[in-house]
């Protein structure tokens, strides 16, 4: 078969398209997962996204939808009460998902010998225990549409800090990163009969408020773009193609795994 036939199952429709999907973002109101939810949108999914402040989240939503389909579900994910909240909003709407993003995170800096377990608590509820429980809540519409040939997807957001050693004193962000990558490896093992995959993508530098510190300022931006093998930090079309490709047909045969997107950071010496 000619792979230039638009009919061929190696044509790019039909190996990426989205078209007709339904996703949930969460902390889809910026940084990475706006980027996301903006690749989603872009590519006819229909996508909710979900973050704590509920006008940041309604905004965002707003201005995706002039490309697409985007519905805010405003929600603390962290709290019992918030999860259960999202969970029967998008319940109401939904009776099938087929892209779970689980996006939403939360970091902590503080020097050894003075780190809170406030630091460590948020932590760890808001990267690793709250998408753990989202995922399991969801269970039931990620089930609903999934198939052998065109299983579920879910994506978790790790970090090259939860596969290297980081510079900083963000103990609490690095062992729940590393702690997601591996979850979603176990996670994987135990769904995988059920036609859903789930694979983590561990990103570098981006735009976002977490990198605000170090982006912000020219010379520490050019600080942490030298530090980037590739020479620049990662851009929406970097994350959103990850994330596409994870999604699509093209990435139905990949589960468990750790995609670092981070232009050679985890791999160089």
Known sequence: MNASNPTSPLDIASLFGLQGKTAVVTGGSRGIG???????????????????????????????????????????????EGLDSFVAELGK????????????????????????????????????????????????????????????????IGSIDGIRVPLGDNYSYSASKAGVHMMARHMASHLVKDHITINSIAPGPFESKMMSYM???PSSRRMVEAGVPRGRIGSPEDIAGTVIFLASRAGAFTTGSVIPVDGGVSSAN
Not at 45 to 64: G, M, N, P, S, W
Request: with cysteine; aromatic share 6%; charged share 20%.
């Open 93 to 156: 709407q939904e009776t099938q998902l087929d892209i779970l993003v689980n996006n939403a995170g939360a970091a902590w800096g503080a020097p050894l010998g003075e780190f809170p377990e406030m630091g460590f608590d948020k932590v760890m509820d808001i990267n690793v225990k709250a998408p753990f429980m989202l995922t399991q809540a969801l269970l039931p519409q990620l089930k609903a549409g999934a198939t052998a040939e065109d299983p579920a997807r879910v994506i978790m």
């Open 34 to 80: 706006f980027m996301i939810a903006s690749g989603l949108v872009a590519n006819g999914v229909k996508t909710y996204i979900t973050a704590r402040k509920a006008e940041a989240c309604d905004e965002a939503a707003t201005t995706l939808s002039e490309h697409g389909e985007c519905i805010s579900i405003p929600a603390d994910l962290s709290t019992t």
């Open 215 to 217: 982006l912000d300022d």
